[in-house]
């Protein structure tokens, strides 16, 4: 054991730095990192709703399992709770106005803000019919309720008003809350925070849920949340879950093999000090760069045990007998160091993704694999004794038949040709086109909230319109005339439905009878009618002081939080602009709204679904340009490292196994996504250690060709044990990997030993 | 107290299935009360209590400030112990209004309007919801958390007067004046800031 002291304190070092970095780590789980960038002025739109719209500040709350009399009480318990927390813009659960402050200054400005406020509301027949309403309404039951604001607004224009506003909901009201089938109570809660913002989002999680336990709810009853804070916590549960799994099982894997293979326990404490070193160079490179790093791209990092591994294999196994670590070490360095550049130039593609999310796994990787190089060549010689870790020789019936594959090098060539062909002819593999299924959010997360997003009314938001103008009064203008020239075919929602325009305000208070008029109006529908002469006098003094107020905008709404919070999706500022949107709904003929839309100058169509896939497809095409300029590299490395004939064989290996790869893949039923296409780059750097090495003893002896094979070996099934696991992640960029490293390595390991160049002797 | 057990008693009056009491049954109602008649109230609300389920008509007289002539309506009342009350408007335009436990149902076909609203919501309607329920039921603690109670009259002839607690309450609805005799219940009059109101019911024979 003392012969190994300063390879464990090398290792002790090692492990102390890790807690003293990730101190100043900080570590994101959040779907957009793996986001593309924006070509487009449409996709730049959508991308900023992806990151910091509406959408991403709306946590829904499903309450159930208990009767409805109960999850009404519990859904108003906790609006009352949650309304009076800073941390929400809008609680609403489907009960009136909460606000009395409120309240009173919408009813003052009624006649501005309601959409019954038409000239026609105020004829001498629609004022009697207005009257007899009221009259009806008095004999009710709900009497005190209609003397309330009978004789102030007879013609209904404010609840008209509030009637407008709820429209925008499809849920029943049921015991005063919004009630789905089930019973399921619903509440919508907006966070005042970004949806980016994990913390805060997370801090909004907890108080959902804390006010539900102080509604002391009944046995039974459960609650279900959806929402950007429950996506993020979800997500980081998976990737964490999947990278512990996968790191443990590897871990005990590895080791055991690498026990088996090298007789001593000592091979897994040299595999881990180089990859001790390239985890830790990545973490810091990466959280220099970037300020942060990603939860997958620690994970994917984790996954660097089966890439880096391979050099201390590599030195150890190479050996010969009688030499020192430091002259294998420098014998082999030309081979490693020409390894070590091709996979960076591979990685490097990763980098010019454009989804930040990628980049980070590229430059961890790229960081990694320098370092772990930089450590087996200058720091593992030094630091283990020179007559360690005898290698237990491969079983001679495997070595042969790998050793004379290359005799069988036509065949091999054939096959490639057949897949090749094949794959042409099927029109190779099949793309995901589907944004959702890159996110790292567990799919029974997303089915919930699919659910409940559509019990609480929102419509499935398959387009978006928007505009942008000077300022909010010319947005609202703006969305008024856009909605007006859409109004014939498509219900469209926007922020002048609840705040209109100050001119149209004005227009609608202009268009009233004079005092005097409605007046003598007024007198003559009390015709017969049992009121009293001075009855309706508030109403025509409320009109009358309606005439004098000046238009509600969007900086007067600090006394009415509600409306405010109905505006702020549709209604924002946009830099030193405004930006209005509308939401049609319903969207049937995808065609029409498209030929309506570009009839309305500065009106912006955005296609949510068309718009992603074409993000995605944007994307994909860049990997794939990217790739080829990462091949292209690669091929002049191997060229310029091995001459033409040799770089030549290797790169035919290389594209071989890529090839077999995505055959198999599109095989196994898997929708091609940018994961797997950046992982069969690492891949294709992963396999080309297999090849250089085993093209190493082109001029060398048997013995030697045996070692390289073995250590050949050892690399693969480490790098299996590792990503072979990562295939049964959960997390999508995880899976991917996975999948395609493995079918790709095994593929890779099989076309080296048979593109080999053949042997001077035959065995 | 209840003697009469699950027996049919009159209310606003009988079930139109079951026969009307003999003088002896309805005696020997009485007997008990009358002796300990030192709390006619007490009796009063026996003999309420005593009331399973009753039907009547109604005639509703609506005085509001802005109208220079009541308005009238016209239905049927339904009570069933111990906790359902239903007054269905027939006349000049049908409404439901149903209170069952803690739900309230308000129903008017014409306008299509039906809405369903639990009490719990609706703090400021349930003295006046008990102010009826609970005199129905017989159930004076129920009134007494509501309303201060004073009562006159006999157990033939009684009258209760009921001041809402809340202020709040009292800022719209000042008084409650319930009139009967016996187990039955034959007027309801609210005095509010909406003006008057009288209901006054005729038990079905």
Request: aromatic share 6%.
């Amino acid at each position: 054991m003392r012969r190994f002291a300063r390879l464990f304190l090398a290792l002790a070092v090692l492990a102390s730095a890790f807690p003293l970095l990730l101190r100043h780590v900080e570590l994101r789980s959040d779907i957009t990192d793996f986001l593309p960038a924006a070509t487009t002025e449409e996709s730049a739109f959508l991308l900023r709703e992806l990151r910091t719209g509406a959408a991403t500040r709306l946590l829904i709350a499903g309450i159930e399992g208990a009767p409805a009399e109960d999850l009404a009480r519990i859904s108003r318990t906790m609006a009352q709770r949650l309304s009076a927390d800073g941390l929400f813009a809008l609680v609403a659960n489907g009960s009136a106005l909460a606000n009395e402050e409120e309240a009173a200054l919408l009813f003052a400005h009624r006649y501005a803000l309601s959409p019954d406020v038409t000239p026609d509301a105020f004829t001498e027949p629609a004022l009697r019919g207005s009257l007899e309403g009221v009259l009806d309404g008095l004999q009710s039951s709900a009497a005190p309720l209609v003397r309330r604001f009978a004789f102030a607004d007879p013609t209904g224009a404010f609840l008209a008003m509030l009637r407008g506003w709820a429209g925008e909901g499809r849920v029943a009201t049921e015991h005063g809350v919004w009630m789905a089938a089930g019973p399921r109570a619903m509440l919508l809660a907006q966070t005042r925070a970004a949806g980016l913002d994990t913390q805060a989002q997370q801090a909004a999680v907890a108080a959902l849920r804390d006010a539900y336990a102080e509604a002391a709810p009944p046995a039974g009853a459960r609650l279900l949340l959806s929402g950007p804070g429950i996506f993020a916590a979800e997500a980081a549960a998976t990737v964490r879950a999947d990278v512990q799994l996968v790191s443990t099982l590897s871990f005990v894997l590895v080791g055991g093999f690498l026990f088996w293979r090298y007789r001593s326990p000592m091979m897994l404490a040299v595999v881990a000090v180089p990859l001790a070193l390239g985890t830790l160079a990545g973490l810091a490179v990466v959280a220099t760069v970037f300020g942060h790093v990603h939860g997958a791209a620690l994970g994917f990092g984790m996954t660097m045990l089966g890439v880096v591994d391979d050099y201390p294999i590599l030195l150890v196994t190479n050996r010969a007998p009688g030499e020192s670590l430091r002259d294998t070490a420098r014998r082999i360095w030309p081979t490693l160091r020409l390894a070590v550049a091709a996979a960076v130039a591979g990685l490097a593609p990763m980098l010019a993704s454009g989804f930040p999310g990628l980049a980070q796994l590229g430059l961890f990787a790229a960081s990694g694999l320098v370092a772990a190089a930089l450590a087996t060549r200058f720091l593992l010689p030094a630091l283990l004794p020179t007559d360690s870790l005898a290698v237990r020789p491969l079983p001679e019936r495997l070595a042969h038949a790998l050793l004379r594959l290359p005799a069988r090098r036509g065949l091999v060539l054939v096959l490639l040709g057949v897949v090749a062909a094949a794959m042409v002819a099927t029109g190779g593999p099949r793309m995901e086109r589907d944004l959702a299924a890159l996110s790292p959010v567990p799919e029974p997360v997303r089915v919930l909230d699919g659910e409940l997003r559509a019990q609480v009314g929102a419509p499935d938001v398959r387009a978006v319109l928007t505009l942008r103008a000077d300022s909010a009064e010319a947005a609202l203008q703006a969305a008024e005339r856009a909605a007006d020239a859409l109004a014939g075919a498509f219900t469209i929602d926007h922020a002048a439905r609840f705040l209109p325009s100050a001119a149209t305000q004005r227009a609608r208070i202009a268009a009233m009878p004079d005092d005097a008029t409605l007046d003598a109006r007024l007198a003559s529908a009390r015709d017969g009618l049992p009121f009293r002469a001075t009855a309706f006098d508030p109403f025509l003094a409320d009109v009358a002081a309606a005439r004098a107020l000046a238009p509600l905008t969007p900086d007067d709404l600090a006394a009415a939080p509600g409306l405010a919070a109905r505006i702020a999706p549709l209604l924002r500022r946009d830099g030193d602009a405004w930006r209005a949107l509308l939401l049609p709904s319903d969207v049937h003929d995808m065609a029409a709204l498209r030929t309506a839309v570009a009839g309305v100058p500065g009106l912006l169509l955005v296609e949510i679904k068309a718009e992603t896939e074409a993000l995605l497809a944007a994307n994909t095409g860049a990997a794939l340009r990217w790739g080829a300029v990462g091949g292209a590299a690669v091929l002049l490395l191997l060229g310029a490292g091995r001459g033409l004939r040799a770089g030549g064989r290797i790169a035919l290996a290389l594209a071989g196994a890529l090839l077999l790869t995505f055959a198999a893949l599109s095989a196994l039923g898997e929708a091609i996504t940018i994961f797997h296409l950046t992982a069969a780059l690492l891949l294709a750097g992963v396999g080309m250690d297999y090849a250089l090495f085993m093209s190493r003893s082109e001029n060398s002896d048997m013995a030697e060709a045996a070692r390289a094979l073995g250590s050949v070996i050892t690399c693969m099934v480490t790098t299996l044990l590792t990503f072979g696991l990562l295939a049964l992640c959960r997390t999508p960029v995880l899976q991917a990997t996975g999948l395609t490293v493995t079918i790709g390595v095994a593929c890779a390991f099989l076309l080296a030993c048979a593109l080999a160049p053949a042997r001077r002797r035959p065995i | 107290m209840n003697i009469a057990g699950r027996h049919q008693k009159p209310g606003w009056g009988f079930r139109g299935d079951s026969p009307p009491p003999t003088f002896l049954r309805r005696a020997l109602l009485l007997f008990p009360l009358t002796a300990q008649s030192a709390d006619p109230l007490a009796a009063v609300m026996a003999a309420l209590a005593a009331v399973r389920s009753s039907r009547a008509t109604f005639v509703e007289e609506k005085e509001v400030p802005e109208l220079d002539r009541p308005l009238v309506s016209r239905g049927t009342l339904a009570w069933r112990a111990p906790d359902r009350l239903e007054k269905r408007t027939i006349d000049p335009a049908p409404e439901l209004f149903l209170i069952e436990g803690d739900r309230l149902t308000l129903e008017r076909p014409q306008r299509g309007l039906r809405e369903t609203l639990s009490l719990d919501t609706a703090p400021e309607l349930r003295p006046l919801v008990e102010a009826l329920r609970a005199t129905l039921a017989g159930d004076i603690a129920t009134l007494r958390e509501h309303h201060e109670v004073r009562f006159s009259g006999d157990t033939t002839r009684w009258r209760i007067v009921l001041v809402p607690r809340s202020l709040r309450l009292r800022g719209a609805v000042q008084r409650i004046t319930l009139e009967g005799s016996d187990g039955v219940l034959t007027v309801v009059e609210t005095q509010g800031n909406e003006g008057r109101t009288r209901l006054t019911a005729t038990p079905v024979p």
